[in-house]
């Protein structure tokens, strides 16, 4: 029994969500996000709740995952997503250009990577940006890139990490 997949999705004022051949369309005050049902899933609306069951057996792995994504979309058009990076070294610093982010991570030349469309990348100090949208799956893939750029090493702590990420540190060579 998929415990997720039975939860009840309460829809909050100013969203409204629709299915239409069997496509899952979420608008809000942020804006708009669709998805495609999977076919072995049937979704009822009564007022502002949203109950997904599934048909058969075999839809039980998709039954859970369905539901937390109409979650997150709803999540995503009323209240939007964000995730926070920062970069640590001497000389790092990012740099945000219009629709391009600049990241000079201590590499011969600056690393530009080209913000995606629905995505806003704000810079809080030229140490810390802040990726916000709608789509907790592209916000996550984009700042995971950022990330990938300069993984943070566990000896010194430099590279880029999350705002809550917490570096394992290692202990260096001990002279003789």
């Known amino acids: 029994m998929s415990r997720i997949g039975n939860r009840k999705i ?24 669709k998805m495609e049902l999977s076919k ?56 945000v250009q219009g629709k391009k982010l600049v990241i ?4 011969s030349h600056p690393v530009e990577i080209e913000i995606p469309e629905g995505l806003t990348v704000e810079a809080v100090s030229n140490t810390e940006i802040t990726v916000k949208g709608i789509d907790k ?15 943070p090493e566990p000896y010194k702590g430099k590279g880029i990490r999350y705002k809550d990420e917490h570096i394992r540190r290692k202990e260096g060579k001990k002279a003789a």
């Open 40 to 95: 072995d899933i049937t979704m009822e609306q009564s007022d502002n709740v949203i109950t997904l069951t599934r048909k058969n057996e075999a839809a039980k792995a998709m039954h859970g995952t369905m539901n937390a994504l109409i979650n997150n979309m709803i999540e995503g058009v009323s209240k939007g997503y964000e995730k926070g990076l920062e970069i640590v070294g001497v000389g790092y610093r990012f740099n």
């Open 137 to 151: 799956v592209l916000v996550g893939e984009f700042a995971a890139n950022i990330r990938k750029v300069r993984r």
């Open 104 to 107: 000079n991570a201590g590499y």
């Open 10 to 33: 309460e829809i909050p004022a100013g969203v409204t969500v629709t299915l239409e051949n069997n496509i899952i369309t979420v608008t809000g005050p942020k804006g708009t996000l």
